[in-house]
């Protein structure tokens, strides 16, 4: 069983809608989640993180972490074509044990104008 | 700053050679970490370092290994390649200077094709 699973879709959705993202993962140990965004041809770029459970707004990303259920999300309202790209979810215990993080496999995401 | 550089940016390379691939960290940054991306497996570890000491590996046979250098550049190398190794690799760099949470930053990748 791979540490984090994620639905690698894809996705599309017309603009405006409300994306949802998820990942699962089997480690409870993990303390730091966190959501990439990656565009064709490039790294991956951070969006937003959560330290342990909870909720994070960060303009139209909001991210929640349940770690009761090892299940986290990412919502993105109003979606905007500039939005399409491979979000990727990934975990790490912390940054002084070998700075080791987990990522799911990537969810393709189109938004049509 | 200069984001993080990944050289060469494209490589293609026939089954049995060997492959040195380099990545120069933001500057400042002390952490570099190697991950191999697939549209199958995703982001998967390869290894970090830290001030030019190996502190983790992640569940790759020993054909991959690397190295960083005084100056936090890094470079990672594959011998005897196969047609799996073909993939996106992609370096990472943190400063790891504070404790607390410190996001990785990635560069472009070197797309290695095996053939």
């Known amino acids: 069983q791979k540490e984090v699973e994620q639905d690698p879709g894809p996705l599309s959705v017309p603009e405006g809608a409300i994306v949802s993202l998820n990942c699962t993962y089997s480690n409870s140990a993990f303390q730091y989640f966190m959501w990439y965004r990656q565009y064709s041809r490039k790294g991956p770029e951070l969006l937003m993180y959560?330290?342990?459970?909870g909720n994070k707004e960060d303009g139209r990303f909001t991210a929640q972490v349940d770690k009761s259920s090892k299940y986290i999300s990412l919502f993105i309202r109003d979606s905007q074509p500039s939005d399409s790209a491979t979000y990727l979810c990934?975990?790490?215990?912390?940054?002084?044990?070998?700075?080791?993080?987990?990522f799911g496999t990537g969810t393709s995401l189109t938004v049509i104008p | 700053k200069a984001g993080v550089t990944q050289t060469p940016r494209y490589l293609i390379k026939t089954r049995g050679q060997q492959v040195t691939l380099s990545c120069s960290p933001i500057?400042?940054?002390?952490?570099v970490s190697w991950y191999q991306q697939t549209p199958g497996q995703g982001l998967q570890f390869l290894f970090e370092y830290f001030s030019e000491t190996q502190r983790n590996k992640g569940n790759f046979p020993g054909r991959f290994s690397g190295r960083q250098f005084s100056n936090s550049r890094s470079e990672m190398n594959v011998s005897t390649l196969e047609l799996g190794d073909s993939a996106l690799y992609l370096c990472?760099?943190?400063?790891?200077?504070?404790?607390?949470?410190?996001?990785?930053?990635f560069g472009p990748g070197t797309r290695l094709l095996v053939l």
């Open positions: 990472a760099s943190s400063p790891l200077s504070s404790g607390g949470f410190e996001t990785q930053y």
């Open positions: 500057s400042g940054h002390r952490s």
């Open positions: 990934a975990m790490t215990r912390g940054f002084n044990t070998g700075n080791q993080f987990y």
């Open positions: 959560t330290y342990s459970s």
